[in-house]
């Protein structure tokens, strides 16, 4: 029996050396590899167009203060981590005509005929919420967008001295970026 102890008690030491020798092997080998840390004051990252930092929204070609976005929800529904939210619009609800414009009820007009249904307005949000705080970057949001509203930014140099200096209101942020400022349009 006391054979045994020492035969395993061998192997045991044998396997330790070897994973001991293993691990030198790898150090030793990053050891002499160039250095990938950047020193960011003194230099700073060529790569910068492949960084994916926090979404934003897109604008138009045409209105680069507006947003693409036709408030579909399909990304703050598909955001496993809910820190998205996005508040419609309210359309104005058409006045009824009246007076001497209303359209008059004729003799042996045949009731139902009216103008042929026009287009519905193009939803547009009133507020676009993110919680940098609660996202954990999988992009799914943009990956879903239907009108590609939604993009990585490039923001890499984020600082803040509050949990609140990462809740963005990203139609601020569209109009800021656009050069036209972030007040509230509602």
Not at 23 to 34: A, E, I, K
Not at 36 to 51: A, E, F, G, Q
Not at 94 to 115: H, L, N, Q, R, Y
């Amino acid at each position: 029996m006391n054979a045994c102890k020492s035969v395993k008690t061998m192997r045991d030491t044998v396997k330790g050396l070897w994973s001991l020798l293993v691990g030198l092997r790898v150090t030793g080998q990053n050891f002499v590899r160039p250095q990938l840390t950047v020193h960011y004051p003194r230099k700073t990252v060529d790569n910068i167009h492949t960084y994916h930092g926090h979404i934003e929204l897109v604008g138009k070609p045409k209105e680069p203060a507006v947003p693409k976005c036709i408030c579909c929800m399909l990304c703050v529904t598909s955001c496993p981590s809910g820190c998205i939210s996005v508040i419609k619009k309210k359309e104005p609800k058409p006045a009824a005509k009246e007076g001497p414009e209303a359209p008059k009820e004729m003799v042996g007009e045949v009731k139902g005929k009216t103008e042929p249904p026009k287009k519905k307005p193009v939803k547009t949000p009133s507020k676009w919420k993110l919680d940098y705080n609660l996202c954990s970057l999988c992009g799914t949001c943009v990956e879903v967008c239907p009108v590609k509203s939604i993009r990585f930014s490039m923001d890499v140099y984020l600082a803040g001295y509050e949990r609140n200096d990462f809740e963005y209101d990203l139609l601020a942020r569209l109009r800021e970026q656009a050069g036209e400022g972030g007040a509230d349009e509602e």
